[in-house]
């Protein structure tokens, strides 16, 4: 069974960038179907960005444009390059399948404040 863990979050100012990485353990994985979702306190986990099974690169109104979903099948990674960052991109960031399965990682914090 994959194993997927998120890494690369952290305190960051508007306007600035992060990258976050969905390392998978085990066999090869493409990523296909993968993506990026996050949550707020309180509220859902939403899909930011995803390389959908069926459709081209999808990405949330709210992060088109500032936000850029790559894989990297040889190292089995799959990132999020987060660039302009604002105080609403705040959350808890997590990587899982598109439409998301059960099973969820501890995913990574990213703070954009002053």
């Known amino acids: 069974q994959v194993q997927l863990v998120e890494s690369g979050g952290g305190l960051v100012q508007p306007g600035g960038s992060l990258r976050l990485s969905c390392s998978a353990s085990g066999n090869t994985f493409n990523f296909a179907g993968m993506g990026w979702y996050r949550q707020v306190p309180g509220g859902q986990r939403d899909l930011v960005a995803s390389?959908?099974?069926?459709?081209?690169?999808y990405y949330s109104p709210v992060v088109k444009g500032r936000f850029r979903i790559s894989r990297d099948v040889f190292q089995n990674t799959m990132y999020l390059q987060m660039n302009t960052l604002t105080p609403e991109d705040t959350a808890l960031y997590f990587c899982?399948?598109?439409?998301?399965?059960?099973?969820w990682g501890r995913g990574t914090q990213v703070t954009v404040s002053s």
């Open positions: 390389f959908p099974t069926s459709r081209s690169t």
């Open positions: 899982n399948s598109d439409p998301p399965g059960n099973s």
